[in-house]
């Protein structure tokens, strides 16, 4: 089982840019698949983009365009590059990892805030 450290959050402003990591420990990284889903002060958390162990990846409709989610499987880490922030993509960033049959993971999460 894997074990998630995010790191790359901070302070913004609108229209910048920041680099999400996640690196994971444990086996079986490439078995994973992986997302990143954040949670906004009030609300739940939510999906902003995922990618399967084949590579296929999926995203909130918020961040087509701006978000691009990848992973390096030699490397056992995944990122999320998010460009064109904007105030509302202030939130806790959580890195998490999904495999059938295993419970899913939890990073201890990031802050990002996007303010000028």
């Known amino acids: 089982q894997v074990q998630l450290v995010e790191s790359g959050g901070g302070l913004v402003q609108p229209g910048g840019s920041l680099r999400l990591s996640c690196a994971a420990s444990?086996?079986?990284?490439?078995?994973?698949?992986m997302g990143w889903y954040r949670q906004a002060p009030g609300k739940q958390r939510e999906l902003v983009a995922a990618i399967t162990s084949a590579g296929i990846t999926n995203y909130a409709d918020s961040v087509k365009g701006r978000f691009t989610i990848s992973r390096d499987n030699a490397k056992s880490t995944v990122n999320l590059q998010m460009n064109s922030l904007e105030p509302e993509d202030t939130a806790v960033y959580y890195c998490?990892?999904?495999?059938?049959?295993?419970?899913?993971?939890w990073g201890q999460g990031t802050q990002v805030t996007v303010s000028s």
């Open positions: 444990g086996s079986a990284f490439s078995m994973y698949a």
């Open positions: 998490n990892a999904k495999r059938v049959l295993f419970n899913a993971i």
